[in-house]
């Protein structure tokens, strides 16, 4: 994939999807959105029109279709994780061969499922660090005054892992590959679970006098629940500890704390749309995980419980 214009495939173009897609055809490679058929005509024909305050306002031409039909340098995966395997019917291994397979996926579980349809050394994982909006088909909102990608992928060969991360460079996220997998993964799962099960959380046990659930935002998250904060922090360091990811819980408080007040997770942000919640690919895995290694995980078995009950939203 080295010195030459990539084939790129986009499953899923919505915030993450969308932006990707529309920096990369503006960087000047062949960008081929999957999704379904409405979504594929509009972008076909308006192409993905993206707002930010970091790489401007502009709008890219893009092809689309429901269904890959041809080979493709890389595939990107941009889907939530309740929305994988509705998804991946899109992307035939027969026909994506030999290109890579790159999921931008909460949790850690999601390369072992990969790799059991694909070829296992066309999966390399990705973690990106981004707050992007899909506000219509095709219409995107880049909102935060970053967008930066971690590669990786222990069975990809690094020339691979290279050639798509200087791509993606150019095209504007700053991007690197790092060399262990596991760990890089859990650097992500000792972050976002404990914001994403505390933020979501409130909004199941908090209701106004209307019964309309009441969000709570990372800055009330900090000061109301602190004590569960700090307790799953612990938990998810310990459980990364023996994944060989970081395990400084401490320095994940204080990061936590320099965050804006009004800061909500993902996970938060679906369940006010009333969308599927990815807790088990981040609770769930973080909890059988816990098992496997024997450590005992009580604050976050109790929060997750308390997600998964059938009014918990």
């Known amino acids: 994939m080295a010195n030459k214009e990539l084939t790129v495939a986009i499953l899923g173009p919505g915030g993450v999807g969308g932006l990707l897609a529309a920096l990369l055809s503006r960087a000047g490679h062949r960008v081929i959105c999957l999704a379904g058929a409405e979504t594929a005509d509009t972008l076909r024909t308006n192409g993905i029109r993206v707002r930010s305050e970091g790489f401007g306002d502009f ?10 039909r041809e080979p493709v340098d890389a595939c990107l995966i941009t889907v939530k994780a309740t929305a994988l395997d509705a998804a991946l019917t899109r992307v035939p291994a027969r026909t994506l061969a030999d290109g890579l397979l790159v999921p931008f ?21 990705a973690i990106i660090r981004v707050e992007s909006t899909r506000v219509a088909p095709g219409v995107v909102e880049h909102g935060s005054p970053f967008a930066e990608i971690d590669l990786t992928g222990d069975t990809v060969p690094r020339e691979r892992l290279d ?26 799962m000792t972050f976002l679970a404990p914001l994403a099960l505390l933020t979501t959380l409130p909004h199941s046990r908090l209701r106004s006098s209307g019964g309309t659930p009441i969000a709570l935002p990372l800055g009330d998250v900090r000061t109301r629940h602190r004590e569960e904060l700090t307790a799953l922090l612990a938990e998810t360091a310990a459980v990364s500890r023996a994944y060989g990811g970081p395990s400084d819980a401490a320095g994940a408080l204080a990061r936590y704390d320099t965050f804006p007040p009004a800061t909500k997770s993902s996970m938060q942000r679906d369940a006010e749309a009333g969308r599927p919640l ?29 997600l998964a009950a059938p009014n918990a939203n």
């Not at 709008?59 to 890959?68: G, P, Q, S």
């Not at 996926?105 to 994982?125: I, K, S, T, W, Y």
């Not at 807790?279 to 496997?292: F, H, M, S, Y």
Request: glycine content about 6%.
């Open 163 to 188: 050639a798509l991360a200087a791509a993606l460079n150019a095209a504007g996220p700053r991007t690197r590959v790092l060399p262990d997998e596991t760990a890089a993964l859990w650097a992500k």
């Open 59 to 68: 709008t890219a031409a893009v092809e689309a279709d429901t269904e890959l």
């Open 278 to 306: 990815e807790l088990d690919a981040i609770g769930g895995a973080l909890l059988r995980a816990a098992e496997l290694q024997g450590i005992p995980v009580p604050v976050t078995a109790s929060l997750v419980r308390e």
């Open 105 to 125: 996926l909460n949790g850690v579980e999601h390369p072992a499922h990969l790799r059991a349809r694909h070829d296992p050394a066309r999966v390399a994982p």
